[in-house]
Structures are given as structure tokens and as C-alpha cells.
């Protein structure tokens, strides 16, 4: 069994999570591993720590709870994003050597964006 990087198991279920199309039991999603199934407890642990942060939403079922994802992809990688600059001394240096590395058609849409605020 391999470790996993600190909030991989996190990680790996909101993935999962986003694969179906709505809601799923939490045999679902653990059947849904492919390797380093986590324990049904350490699963269902994550699911409410996720629930507890907003990602996750719990929806009392028959026999138990159907799990899914509250913010799609885009959401969390703003979030991911708002949360580096929330930990860094120098926002304007962070935000200068982002924009550095975009693309040009990231940059027109971050453009057009900005002029639609």
C-alpha cells in the first residue's frame, strides 16, 4: 500500500465525485477505487470533513446517504488559487508571475473578464 500526499484522499474523492453524474452512495464511490482502497471508515471520515468545508453535500437516503460534489472543477481551482494568494507575503509579485505563465488565450479570456467587471 502507498502513502498518499497529504489531502490525496481528499483530492482523489472529490475526482470521483465529479465523475458521476449525480449523487452516489458511499459504496459507490469506495467500489470506485481503483488502487489504495481506503477503509469504509477512512472514506465516510473524508466525506464529512469535505461536507464540513462545503465541497461536499450529504442527502439523507434510504438505507443511508448519497454523496455529491457542490463545486464543480472550475470552482475549486479558483478556491486553490484564492487560498495560495491568502498565504503569500507578496500578492502583486504572485499575481505577476501567474499571468506570466498563462497562455495567450488564457490571457485574452482573463482580459475580457476583467473588462466585463
Same mark, same amino acid.
Given at each position: 500500500?502507498?502513502r498518499? @500526499?497529504h489531502?490525496?484522499? *481528499?483530492d *482523489?474523492?472529490l475526482? +470521483?465525485?465529479? @465523475?458521476? !453524474?449525480?449523487?452516489v /452512495?458511499?459504496?459507490?464511490?469506495? &467500489?470506485?477505487f %481503483?488502487? &489504495?482502497?481506503?477503509?469504509? /471508515?477512512?472514506?465516510? /471520515?473524508v466525506?464529512?470533513? +469535505?461536507? =464540513?468545508k462545503?465541497?461536499?453535500q450529504?442527502?439523507?437516503?434510504a438505507?443511508?446517504?448519497?454523496?455529491?460534489v457542490?463545486? /464543480? &472543477? =472550475?470552482?475549486?481551482? =479558483?478556491?486553490?488559487?484564492?487560498?495560495a494568494l %491568502?498565504h503569500?507575503? !507578496?500578492?502583486r509579485?504572485?499575481?505577476t508571475?501567474? =499571468?506570466? *505563465?498563462? !497562455?495567450?488565450? &488564457?490571457? %485574452?479570456?482573463?482580459?475580457?473578464?476583467?473588462?466585463?467587471?
Amino acid at each position: 500500500m502507498t502513502r498518499r @500526499s497529504h489531502g490525496g484522499l *481528499e483530492d *482523489e474523492v472529490l475526482r +470521483l465525485l465529479r @465523475s458521476y !453524474d449525480g449523487p452516489v /452512495t458511499s459504496r459507490r464511490l469506495w &467500489d470506485a477505487f %481503483d488502487a &489504495d482502497q481506503p477503509a469504509r /471508515t477512512t472514506l465516510l /471520515t473524508v466525506l464529512s470533513r +469535505l461536507e =464540513a468545508k462545503g465541497l461536499v453535500q450529504r442527502t439523507p437516503a434510504a438505507g443511508g446517504a448519497l454523496f455529491s460534489v457542490i463545486r /464543480t &472543477d =472550475a470552482h475549486a481551482a =479558483a478556491r486553490s488559487m484564492t487560498e495560495a494568494l %491568502d498565504h503569500v507575503g !507578496d500578492r502583486r509579485a504572485a499575481l505577476t508571475h501567474f =499571468a506570466g *505563465e498563462l !497562455d495567450s488565450t &488564457d490571457l %485574452d479570456v482573463l482580459r475580457r473578464v476583467l473588462g466585463e467587471s
